[in-house]
């Protein structure tokens, strides 16, 4: 396999990111995502690295995989945790190293930013496959379960969210 580039997303990897995730949507939970919608989330990424960053993995320059960080304050351990999310890598990619290669990006960024005190990321309870490739790479599952509720208009608008406490 050709060698394999892994690198922060920049406004170019918008299409294929969007792409990716329209994809994970379909083949993880078999949802069929607005492409204006994710295009519009990816950009909005992008513009606020506050809210995370992408890395794209590309082979041959042509981004072939992408994941997504987050950040989550942990008062318990008074720093971030960075989570995972929208990990994809295109099936013809697939079991050739890409998503160790990100991974791998992804702690070394950890370790030399300092101040994250572990990863995350949440999987699919069937997915055994990605189980096992997390297990591989030293990650262990937790005794959470993850709980969810959709608000009416999820979307952030482009100016900043506002919170205030009463």
Do not use: K
Request: with cysteine; glycine share 8%.
């Amino acid at each position: 396999m050709a060698d394999i580039i892994v690198r922060r997303a920049i406004a170019a990897d918008i299409d294929a990111i969007a792409t990716f995730n329209q994809a994970l949507a379909a083949e993880t939970e078999h949802r069929i995502l607005e492409r204006s919608t994710v295009q519009a989330g990816v950009a909005q990424l992008l513009a606020r690295p506050e809210l995370g960053f992408y890395l794209v993995a590309t082979v041959a320059d042509q981004p072939v995989g992408c994941l997504l960080i987050t950040t989550e304050w942990s008062d318990w351990r008074n720093g971030l945790f960075w989570w995972i999310q929208s990990v994809y890598v295109q099936s013809e990619h697939r079991r050739q190293g890409i998503f160790r290669r990100l991974y791998g990006e992804v702690e070394s960024l950890a370790q030399h930013q300092g101040g994250i005190c572990g990863l995350r990321l949440y999987v699919e309870q069937n997915n055994t496959a990605a189980q096992a490739t997390y297990r591989d790479l030293g990650m262990a599952p937790t005794p959470y379960q993850v709980y969810e509720t959709s608000l009416p208009s999820g979307a952030i608008p482009s100016g900043q969210a506002n919170f205030s406490a009463d």
